[in-house]
């Protein structure tokens, strides 16, 4: 697994009951930026009216689980089992976003250097996910990381900044990346405050 992210391929299977995995190679490649996500002025209302609280690695089963949750998923068994090896190892984690106790939002993905590869996120209300990729963006600046891969562009993510590269050159950045050495965990999670602060500055 950790010689195909750092080498630009990622898996996938066809279905949950299906426990082959597939390797893929898009030719355009989605990343989002580290730092300076996009935020809507109706997103900036919605946050400051938030009373969630975050948490970084509190729960990555959960979240995994929640993320696998569709009608029609690409987490198998494989994958699931995988993702639990990796986060043993440290190369593996999930930001959490809760109600109270109630675990309502999150996104988890794996690490390489200075490489976030984003693999899937959830919401269980209103914004908890797109609330999920704003904090954890900020988070990968503070921790020094240089990219965040969401393999392929979407509307919802370039509506959060988020382009579409090249195949070539998102292995340009990938390789420069990895060679980083970053650390998810070496700061808290931002406030609330500081994540609006910083989207002011950079809207």
Same mark, same amino acid.
């Given at each position: 697994?950790?010689?195909?992210?750092?080498?630009?391929?990622?898996?996938?299977?066809?279905?949950?009951?299906?426990?082959?995995?597939?390797?893929?190679?898009?030719?355009?490649?989605?990343?989002?930026?580290?730092?300076?996500?996009?935020?809507?002025?109706?997103?900036?209302?919605?946050?400051?009216?938030?009373?969630?609280?975050?948490?970084?690695?509190?729960?990555?089963?959960?979240?995994?689980?929640?993320? +696998?949750?569709?009608? =029609?998923? @690409?987490?198998?068994?494989? !994958?699931?089992?995988?993702?639990?090896? *990796?986060?043993?190892? %440290?190369? +593996?984690?999930?930001? =959490?976003? @809760?109600?109270?106790?109630? !675990?309502?939002?999150?996104?988890?993905? *794996?690490?390489?250097? %200075?490489?976030?590869?984003?693999?899937?996120?959830?919401?269980?209300?209103?914004?908890?996910?797109?609330?999920?990729?704003?904090?954890?963006?900020?988070?990968?600046?503070?921790?020094?990381?240089?990219?965040?891969?969401?393999?392929?562009?979407?509307?919802?993510?370039?509506?959060?900044?988020?382009?579409?590269?090249?195949?070539?050159?998102?292995?340009?950045?990938?390789?420069?990346?990895?060679?980083?050495?970053?650390?998810?965990?070496?700061?808290?999670?931002?406030?609330?405050?500081?994540?609006?602060?910083?989207?002011?500055?950079?809207?």
């Amino acid at each position: 697994m950790l010689w195909g992210y750092a080498n630009g391929i990622f898996p996938m299977a066809v279905s949950a009951s299906d426990p082959v995995l597939h390797w893929f190679d898009p030719q355009q490649r989605g990343i989002l930026p580290v730092g300076g996500v996009h935020v809507s002025r109706s997103m900036r209302r919605h946050l400051r009216r938030c009373t969630w609280h975050f948490t970084l690695n509190h729960d990555f089963v959960s979240v995994v689980e929640y993320c +696998a949750e569709r009608e =029609e998923t @690409w987490i198998n068994a494989t !994958l699931f089992s995988l993702y639990e090896e *990796l986060f043993e190892l %440290g190369h +593996a984690h999930s930001l =959490e976003i @809760w109600e109270g106790d109630e !675990l309502i939002g999150g996104i988890f993905g *794996l690490t390489i250097g %200075g490489a976030f590869f984003g693999e899937s996120m959830f919401s269980r209300r209103t914004n908890a996910s797109k609330t999920a990729l704003i904090i954890i963006s900020e988070h990968l600046s503070a921790c020094g990381f240089t990219l965040f891969d969401t393999q392929y562009p979407t509307e919802h993510l370039q509506s959060l900044g988020g382009k579409a590269i090249s195949r070539a050159a998102y292995r340009r950045r990938l390789s420069r990346a990895i060679r980083i050495s970053a650390d998810i965990e070496a700061r808290p999670l931002p406030d609330l405050q500081a994540v609006l602060q910083a989207s002011t500055q950079t809207s």
